[in-house]
């Protein structure tokens, strides 16, 4: 079956970096389109970037353009999200997903909180 | 950027009650649009895609509708399980965009 599994979050300083992983099996990940959404605690759901399935065409939310950096390796079947220049408002619950008519997989998500 | 106004943002309703929800995008997104349901604490649940495809295992009280700019969620006759926060999101554009959310409580 379908498995998204992500790690990596936890505190970090405003202006700090982080970087999440997501381990994916249950399918041929080489061949599926990725996202990553987020969400802050108590508010609702915030897309923030695409990859394709080769890497070549990725897009982001302005909120996050210029500071995070998706990647993938499809020979270890996973996805990554650079953080950087983090601030308090990138506090969220992170989740990454499979990209087939939007998001029809969500990893459990990880945690990141910023703060001093 | 597309903006996805959802309605209402609250709702209050019974067992056994037919309830609606409305996505309305800023311009045309053809049949790209999903719902998700997400319940506290819990990873969001896609019910519907490409519109009014039904997600397989989902209830078949669920159902979707629109193409366009407006779009409809409803549940038939709503069940215990199914006071969750509900929502929206086109995938047409980048950057895809999340409806606000519809909490539905228990009346």
């Known amino acids: 079956q379908v498995q998204l599994v992500e790690s990596g979050g936890g505190l970090v300083k405003p202006g700090g970096s982080l970087r999440l992983s997501c381990a994916a099996s249950g399918f041929t990940f080489r061949d599926y389109y990725m996202t990553w959404i987020r969400q802050a605690p108590g508010k609702g759901l915030e897309w923030l970037s695409y990859i394709s399935s080769s890497g070549r065409n990725i897009y982001y939310a302005d909120s996050v353009k210029g500071r995070f950096t998706i990647s993938r390796d499809n020979a270890k079947n996973s996805l990554y999200l650079q953080m950087s220049s983090l601030r308090a408002e990138d506090t969220a619950v992170y989740y990454c997903?499979?990209?087939?008519?939007?998001?029809?997989?969500w990893g459990q998500g990880t945690l990141v909180t910023v703060s001093s | 950027d597309i903006q996805m106004t959802q309605s209402p943002s609250a709702m209050s309703a019974s067992v056994g009650d037919r309830v609606t929800i409305t996505c309305r995008a800023s311009?045309?997104?053809?049949?790209?649009l999903a719902w998700f349901q997400q319940k506290p604490g819990k990873v969001p649940n896609r019910l519907i895609y490409?519109?009014?495809s039904l997600q397989s295992g989902v209830p078949s009280r669920f159902s979707g509708s629109g193409s366009g700019t407006e779009f409809t969620l409803t549940i038939s006759s709503l069940q215990p399980e199914d006071f969750a926060t509900y929502y929206c999101?086109?995938?047409?554009?980048?950057?895809?965009?999340f409806g606000q959310g519809t909490k539905v409580e228990i009346k």
């Open positions: 490409a519109a009014s």
């Open positions: 311009q045309g997104i053809s049949n790209h």
């Open positions: 999101l086109q995938h047409n554009n980048y950057p895809w965009t």
């Open positions: 997903a499979r990209e087939v008519a939007a998001a029809d997989y």
